[in-house]
């Protein structure tokens, strides 16, 4: 594949911040289509800020991903010498975390098709393969399960007899699991698009807990877009994963859901304030947009003219051509829709419209959530 770039692509701050610079391009390569562009020169500059490089990569959830960059392209030296270790054995630690958390995520689909439960594992279980080759970049801490509103209770007593413990968190100064505060228990009451997560203690020392997150639609409780769940779980199919194979959203239901996934968390006030977006959130659309097929990019495309999803696709693909130059939003022939004004919207409590200042870029760079205030 080529990759032709732009000087503000290559420079996308003008020289204000080589580590945000050289972070997105590991985040857009991984290191796997395509050869470094100029911006890994950034590196080897005695001025770098690796230490900035390195905590950005953290917030973003791509530290394996910098790491495996840094070996796939020889440029393992170009950190100091005492983050090398720490850094490098983050991407084993991943490799390691998602063997475990597939082998569970199998048994967990055995199970389930033992109670009569259709679901399809969603984002990093099965995007370690269809997006990543398998290469351990694209971390993940739990395991993602999509199933039809109708199957609950069933997909809850067939957890709970593979030994989950429902409601519950895990403490990590004692080592177990506890009650989940009452507070987020009333929050999943009221919002019964997601079950309360589900917990299994391991006897691993690195994944000393495996968390499974149950949900049954598309977007959320509530939100004037839906996604019929009647006709996602119709079209789940199996996908490779190493060691075997697991039962997994269709491409097209795929790429709309890590694009619904994204709009829920950066539109909605509640998300943005305690959990605001990642990087990596965008290379995996990124990346799930360019694997598909002209024939899977059509399927979409007709998904969001037939379930109304405009708004929010524009919202996301938008910042996502911003990001990375990626073109979706035209050939989605969403233009239209994404003006400066709902671009830059959030949603607060009551259905109360927002807006933020600066771009997405400038909103990913910043430690803290962006400030919201009530739209003119």
């Known amino acids: 594949m080529t990759v032709r770039y732009s000087r503000d692509r290559l420079d996308p701050l003008g020289g204000h911040d080589t580590a945000w610079a050289v972070l997105e391009l590991v985040a857009e390569h991984q290191g796997l289509d395509a050869e470094p562009d100029a911006r890994a020169a950034h590196l080897r500059r005695p001025d770098f800020d690796h230490g900035q490089l390195i905590q950005q990569a953290m917030r973003h959830n791509l530290l394996p991903a910098l790491a ?76 993602d399960l999509m199933i039809a509103p109708e199957d609950r209770e069933r997909t809850r007593t067939a957890l709970i007899d593979l030994g989950y413990t429902p409601d519950a968190v895990f ?59 009647r006709r ?21 239901h795929a790429f709309l859901f890590l694009c619904l996934h994204v709009f829920r968390e950066g539109w909605l006030q509640r998300t943005i304030v305690t959990k605001d977006l990642a990087l990596s959130q965008f290379a995996d659309i990124l990346r799930q947009w360019r694997r598909s097929s002209p024939e899977v990019r059509r399927d979409v495309g007709a998904a969001v003219a037939e379930f ?67 739209l003119p």
């Open 68 to 143: 495996d960059f840094l070996n796939r392209h020889g440029l393992r030296k170009a950190l100091p010498h005492r983050l090398r270790t720490p850094v490098l054995n983050q991407l084993r630690l991943s490799e390691h975390r998602g063997r475990l958390l597939t082998r569970e995520a199998a048994r967990v689909s055995d199970g389930l098709a033992r109670a009569g439960v259709r679901a399809a594992w969603t984002k990093g279980v099965t995007l370690q393969t269809t997006l990543y080759d398998d290469t351990a970049v694209r971390s993940f801490n739990d395991i």
């Open 308 to 374: 109304g999803l405009a708004e929010p696709m524009a919202w996301v693909c938008a910042h996502t051509d911003a990001l990375f130059g990626a073109g979706i939003l035209e050939e989605l022939g969403l233009t239209a829709q994404a003006d400066p004004r709902w671009q830059a919207s959030a949603q607060g409590a009551g259905g109360r419209r927002l807006t933020w200042h600066g771009d997405m870029r400038r909103r990913l760079r910043e430690v803290t959530a962006p400030a919201l205030t009530p």
């Open 232 to 252: 996602v779980v119709e079209r789940i199919a199996p996908v490779p994963v190493i060691g075997g194979v697991l039962p997994a959203l269709s491409t097209p």
């Open 171 to 229: 403490d990590p100064e004692t080592g177990q699991l506890k009650e989940m505060p009452r507070l987020d228990r009333r929050s999943y009451r009221m919002s019964p698009d997601h079950l309360p997560h589900f917990r299994l203690l391991t006897e691993d020392i690195c994944v000393p807990h495996v968390s499974v997150d149950v949900a049954n639609s598309l977007t959320w409780h509530g939100s004037a877009w839906q996604v019929p769940m």
